[in-house]
T-cell receptor, first 110, second 116 residues
Framework: KQEVTQIPAALSVPEGENLVLNCSFT??????LQWFRQDPGKGLTSLLL?????REQTSGRLNASLDKSSGRSTLYIAASQPGDSATYLCAVKNDYKLSFGAGTTVTVRA | EPEVTQTPSHQVTQMGQEVILRCVPI?????FYWYRQILGQKVEFLVS????????KSEIFDDQFSVERPDGSNFTLKIRSTKLEDSAMYFCASSEAETAENYGYTFGSGTRLTVV
């Protein structure tokens, strides 16, 4: 059974600082990994998808890396802004479903 | 950008009542899913649906739950006799392909179900 862990559970940084969010998973036989953003009480917005054959994916200030063999992914958010405050979820796809981590709740202080 | 649409956004129901949660997946997607998130917990898989039948379901998805694609656009989740522990945010998702690594899931904005 796939287990996904996200560390840290919460993070508070001053505006402008870079963010580093970690995700680990136990079964490396994945098709891909997605990073989602969730605002309080809201839905899941896909930020980045990294295919299992890729090492890295970038979108604007966001960069995600994937080391499938060690079961790890890292989401980097450059030059954080108060609008980046949200919960970030990592999800891996295998066995015909997504398995989610519990998320990292980020607060960016102005 | 294409969206997955869920209705209603909030539903309050009495324990023991039946509820139907509705979703309109992205039109060219073939795979449909329901997930749920109990407050403060992880997002959990409930069921996947393809070619008008369930392809996978979790232990949570017992006989009280059912899914249906009644027409070419809607995808529904029915809970026959709701329990207090069914209170959660329910998310619908769709995908173009299941085993291709370059296709991800698109989620709807969710239905918050409160059972009282």
């Amino acid at each position: 059974k796939q287990e996904v862990t996200q560390i840290p559970a919460a993070l508070s940084v001053p505006e402008g600082e870079n963010l580093v969010l970690n995700c680990s998973f136990t079964d490396s036989a994945i098709y891909n990994l997605q990073w989602f953003r969730q605002d309080p009480g809201k839905g899941l917005t896909s930020l980045l998808l990294i295919q299992s054959s890729q090492r890295e994916q970038t979108s604007g200030r966001l960069n995600a890396s994937l080391d499938k063999s060690s079961g790890r992914s890292t989401l980097y958010i450059a030059a954080s802004q108060p609008g980046d405050s949200a919960t970030y979820l990592c999800a891996v796809k295998n066995d015909y479903k997504l398995s989610f981590g519990a998320g990292t709740t980020v607060t960016v202080r102005a | 950008e294409p969206e997955v649409t869920q209705t209603p956004s909030h539903q309050v129901t009495q324990m023991g009542q039946e509820v139907i949660l509705r979703c309109v997946p992205i039109s060219n997607h073939l795979y449909f899913y329901w997930y749920r998130q109990i407050l403060g917990q992880k997002v959990e898989f409930l069921v996947s649906f393809y070619n008008n039948e369930i392809s996978e379901k979790s232990e949570i998805f017992d006989d009280q739950f059912s899914v249906e694609r009644p027409d070419g656009s809607n995808f529904t989740l029915k809970i026959r006799s709701t329990k207090l522990e069914d209170s959660a945010m329910y998310f619908c998702a769709s995908s173009e392909a299941e085993t291709a690594e370059n296709y991800g899931y698109t989620f709807g904005s969710g239905t918050r179900l409160t059972v009282v």
